[in-house]
């Protein structure tokens, strides 16, 4: 459990001979490629963290399309936020892409955590920050970026999904079809080549 080690250690700076306590809050999980953490309709009671494999977070509107909202590589923390704080049912579906081991994290893990180590608390905020940044900048990309922007800012989000998922997943995320994805892609490929 190397990642989270690193993630308790480096980014909540927890002192390294104090986490082996931590793992009271958490519970490891193995899940099977296409199984689900979460379904619609389900209240989500746990949060996420990626210790190995790769997890995806989608809607299906009511055409039965998937729109995917987030990807959770290793070291990443996925969860329906909403769902989890305000125990409302989740419209989310929370999926395994790879097969996965997750750790699950109990429903009191950060206030747990900053209780026992309150300087953690800075850091949790921070954390929490940039995520609130990250989804602004999201919406923000889908309501004004093009389709090429939006591509580029995926690549420096998530450097290696596009080797670990099939096009129509990136496709989805970006809000895009496949065939204007290849295109996109085609289009990058070209520019690429007349500069060099």
């Known amino acids: 459990m190397e990642n989270i080690e690193t993630y308790l250690s480096e980014i909540l700076e927890i002192p390294k001979d104090s986490i082996s306590a931590c793992s009271s809050f958490y519970m490891k999980k193995k899940v099977a490629k296409n199984k689900f953490l979460l379904r619609d309709g389900d209240v989500c009671n746990q949060t996420f963290f990626v210790e190995k494999g790769l997890l995806r977070m989608f ?35 929370i999926e395994a892409v790879e097969e996965s081991e997750v750790l699950l994290l109990s429903n009191d893990f950060f206030t747990g955590i900053i209780e026992k180590y309150p300087h953690t608390a800075e850091n949790n905020d921070l954390l929490l920050q940039k995520h609130i940044r990250n989804l602004q900048n999201r919406v923000n990309s889908l309501l004004a970026e093009t389709a090429e922007e939006r591509y580029m800012n995926f690549i420096k989000m998530y450097p290696d999904i596009m080797l670990r998922v099939p096009q129509w997943m990136v496709a989805s995320y970006l809000g895009i079809t496949p065939e204007s994805l290849s295109r996109v892609r085609k289009e990058l490929a070209r520019k690429n080549f007349e500069t060099s």
Not at 61 to 76: L, S, V, Y
Request: hydrophobic fraction near 30%; proline fraction near 3%; charged fraction near 30%.
């Open 59 to 93: 809607s299906i509107d009511k055409n039965g399309r998937e729109h995917i909202i987030q990807f959770a590589p290793e070291k990443w923390l996925m969860s329906d936020r909403s769902s989890l704080y305000f125990h409302e049912k989740s419209k989310y579906y």
